[in-house]
């Protein structure tokens, strides 16, 4: 994803889309339902290998989360800067993960869109 902050905002008007059941057709004819699943693919896996391998051990989400919550309760020392952008970028990939699963959430009322979900294994998550 080039702009992970332009995917979140398309996302939230799915989202908001999806909460109107008399929608739903519409989203499922323009196949929302599988450019979602495609993009959450394609973040879960840019989030977990890309990472690891551009800023090495201990950048991952779980290991950065823990650090902020033991920076914010003042067990720890400062984080680094480089700390700090990863924080915030787990945070938008947290954010954009959400509401990607609860539009498709939303459709998975359409048992093709269940299949397709429990296919691509997005029911993992």
């Known amino acids: ?12 008007c799915f989202f ?3 909460c109107l ?5 519409l989203l499922l004819e323009n196949q929302i339902g599988t450019v979602l699943m495609d ?3 394609l973040e879960l896996l840019q989030r977990t290998a890309a990472r690891e391998q551009q800023e090495g051990p201990g950048s991952s989400p ?3 989360t823990a650090r902020a919550a033991a920076v914010k309760a003042g ?9 700090r952008r990863l924080g915030a970028l787990v945070i ?4 954009f993960l959400y509401i990607a699963t609860a539009t498709l959430l939303h459709l998975a009322e359409d ?4 299949r397709k979900m429990r296919k691509r294994d997005i029911c993992g998550l």
């Open 39 to 41: 993009l959450v693919s």
């Open 92 to 95: 938008r990939q947290d954010r």
């Open 21 to 25: 059941q008399q929608l739903h057709r």
């Open 111 to 114: 048992t093709t869109v269940q």
């Open 75 to 83: 067990q720890a020392p400062a984080m680094a800067e480089r700390e």
């Open 62 to 64: 779980a290991a950065i």
């Open 1 to 12: 994803m080039k702009s992970l902050e332009l995917a979140t905002a398309v996302a939230g």
């Open 16 to 18: 908001a889309c999806s």
